[in-house]
């Protein structure tokens, strides 16, 4: 799954990102932390208190476990 940063999300944590902006559960986001290179942007690795700006591209990889809620 890919997200664009907007202009309005400018400054905020990739954690606010996706769960307020990007709808993704605290379940999902917690296994997402745990799944190598889980979370990236731009192709690089970030952390969920990490800062994004607009323009950024975040990438989520599914964890194998088929029993995450999102």
Not at 18 to 43: F, P
């Amino acid at each position: 799954m890919k997200f664009v940063v907007e202009n309005d999300c400018d400054g905020i944590t990739v954690q606010n990102f996706l769960r307020k902006r990007c709808n993704v559960s605290a379940r999902l986001l917690t296994k997402l932390k745990r799944t190598e290179n889980g979370i990236t942007s731009n192709g690089e690795h970030i952390r969920s208190i990490d800062i994004l700006h607009s323009g950024d591209i975040v990438e989520l990889k599914m964890p194998d476990d088929e029993n995450y809620i999102t």
